[in-house]
Antibody
């Protein structure tokens, strides 16, 4: 059974960097059969795709976040990470990590439980 | 705003059939997949591809597609189906992922 778990600070100050890590079990982030994604959901709003990373390290980012975003892999720890810099209150959201497999579309088949990150001074 | 358009809210009487739709140009080229999200929980994949259900998803959930519109149908809606439903596919460029704005399903 694949499991994902987000971790990181729940409170970040405006203009600082939001950093989260997703620890994967039951699959390998080095696997070529899947890729690894971040999604967020502001309180009371819908899902927003943030970006994903392949086992090769190649990334694909939401154009609206690309200038502030870095997603990376740590294969030794079977983790992948998110860094979003220059945050504002608009970045307050529940952040999810998820596994994607491609079957005619990007399928988010396993999700972490989500972690709430609040941007506030 | 999302490149995939969903009705914000839909209601259905208990035991009846409801269709939730998702519109977007990319759906002419890519399948949609559908996610159910209940309050305080992570989304769960319920339909993908032409009409495929992951293991454990009841067969009252089905999917279809025509032109630029994908549909999720629940045949014989149950109280536990009350949730938010999101579609996802690629954006119009085909290069990035997009989620629909979500549909809140109420079971009356």
């Amino acid at each position: 059974q694949v499991q994902l778990q987000e971790s990181g600070p729940g409170l970040v100050k405006p203009s600082e960097t939001l950093s989260l890590t997703c620890t994967v079990s039951g699959d390998s982030v080095s696997s070529g059969n899947s890729y690894w994604s971040w999604i967020r959901q502001p309180p009371g709003k819908g899902l927003e795709w943030i970006g994903y990373i392949y086992n090769s390290g190649r990334t694909n980012y939401n154009p609206s976040l690309k200038s502030r975003l870095t997603v990376s892999l740590d294969t030794s720890k079977n983790q992948f990470s998110l860094k979003l810099n220059s945050v504002t209150a608009a970045d307050t959201a529940v952040y999810y990590c998820a596994r994607i497999v491609y079957k005619g579309n990007d399928l988010f088949d396993y999700w972490g439980q989500g972690t709430l990150v609040t941007v506030s001074s | 705003s999302s490149e995939l358009t969903q009705d914000p809210a839909v209601s259905v009487a208990l035991g009846q059939t409801v269709r939730i739709t998702c519109q977007g140009d990319s759906l002419r080229s890519y399948y949609a997949s559908w996610y159910q999200q209940k309050p305080g929980q992570a989304p769960v994949l319920v339909i993908y591809g032409k009409d495929n259900r992951p293991s454990g998803i009841p067969d009252r959930f089905s999917g279809s597609s025509s032109g630029n519109t994908a549909s999720l149908t629940i045949t014989g809606a149950q109280a536990e189906d009350e949730a938010d439903y999101y579609c996802n596919s690629r954006d119009s460029s085909g290069m990035h992922v997009s989620f629909g704005g979500g549909t809140k399903l109420t079971v009356l």
